[in-house]
């Protein structure tokens, strides 16, 4: 999902993830209605928002641990869950030590490893390179691929990063105050336009007309945070 800030991506992610009712309709994540069965969807999911997720205090280990018992997963499974996803984030050697000494990206991709322990059908991620330097940026663009290729996850996230939505993306949504105004391939939005627009024409022509209330000092406060811990 792109849009400018205020658009509504981050109050959309709160409403498919549960966290936030909606104030009329519904909508089905994993074939499950966010309304009638909230409690199933979350089964069926995984979040990482831009907020930090993963406890300093502790392990990359013990945060794996407390969140294999936060989503349920069986105890004689915990341990190959663990240590695959160690493994698959490129944390097992650091696997032991304190996150607080962790980079920013090593914490993204720790905070990635928490999410998809449960397997989940759908992984929703706000911002999720938001404050890297470009190596770490690539790292974790590299996890997402491999989640995706190993377990057939569906991923949902949101980003002002156009490279990132080029890479990443099969499909683009943007959202302008808080309405859907296009929807399509990254190739095809910009073949619309010409044959050489990019995605930051494509993002131009939909959202650069217009000021959009919303993004104000608490959302901009949190993207700052998130920003400076990560970087």
């Given at each position: 999902?792109l849009?400018?800030?205020?658009?509504?991506?981050?109050?959309?992610?709160?409403?498919?993830?549960?966290?936030?009712?909606?104030?009329?309709?519904?909508?089905?994540?994993?074939?499950?209605?966010?309304?009638?069965?909230?409690?199933?969807?979350?089964?069926?999911?995984?979040?990482?928002?831009?907020?930090?997720?993963?406890?300093?205090?502790?392990?990359?280990?013990?945060?794996?641990?407390?969140?294999?018992?936060?989503?349920?997963?069986?105890?004689?499974?915990?341990?190959?869950?663990?240590?695959?996803?160690?493994?698959?984030?490129?944390?097992?050697?650091?696997?032991?030590?304190?996150?607080?000494?962790?980079?920013?990206?090593?914490?993204?991709?720790?905070?990635?490893?928490?999410?998809?322990?449960?397997?989940?059908?759908?992984?929703?991620l706000?911002?999720?390179?938001?404050?890297?330097?470009?190596?770490?940026?690539?790292?974790?663009?590299?996890?997402?691929q491999?989640?995706?290729?190993?377990?057939?996850?569906?991923v949902?996230?949101?980003?002002?990063?156009?490279?990132?939505?080029?890479?990443?993306?099969?499909?683009?949504?943007?959202?302008?105050?808080?309405?859907?105004?296009?929807?399509?391939?990254?190739?095809?939005?910009?073949?619309?336009?010409?044959?050489?627009?990019?995605?930051?024409?494509?993002?131009?022509?939909?959202?650069?007309?217009?000021?959009?209330?919303?993004?104000g000092?608490?959302?901009?406060?949190?993207?700052r945070?998130?920003?400076?811990?990560?970087?």
């Amino acid at each position: 999902m792109l849009g400018s800030n205020g658009a509504g991506k981050s109050t959309l992610i709160k409403m498919l993830t549960t966290l936030l009712p909606p104030t009329s309709g519904d909508a089905l994540v994993a074939g499950l209605s966010i309304v009638q069965a909230p409690s199933a969807v979350r089964s069926h999911i995984g979040y990482v928002p831009q907020m930090l997720s993963a406890d300093g205090s502790l392990t990359a280990r013990e945060n794996l641990v407390f969140s294999a018992r936060l989503y349920g997963v069986h105890s004689g499974d915990r341990a190959t869950r663990i240590a695959d996803a160690l493994r698959l984030m490129g944390l097992e050697e650091s696997a032991n030590h304190l996150v607080s000494t962790y980079s920013g990206g090593m914490i993204r991709r720790l905070e990635l490893a928490q999410a998809m322990l449960h397997r989940p059908s759908v992984l929703f991620l706000d911002e999720p390179t938001i404050g890297l330097d470009p190596l770490a940026r690539h790292a974790v663009w590299d996890r997402l691929q491999a989640l995706r290729k190993d377990f057939g996850m569906t991923v949902l996230l949101t980003t002002h990063d156009m490279e990132e939505a080029s890479r990443l993306c099969d499909e683009l949504a943007i959202l302008n105050a808080g309405r859907l105004v296009v929807q399509g391939t990254p190739s095809d939005l910009c073949a619309a336009l010409s044959a050489t627009a990019t995605l930051d024409d494509v993002f131009s022509h939909f959202c650069g007309g217009s000021i959009v209330r919303g993004g104000g000092f608490v959302d901009t406060r949190e993207a700052r945070v998130t920003a400076s811990r990560l970087g």
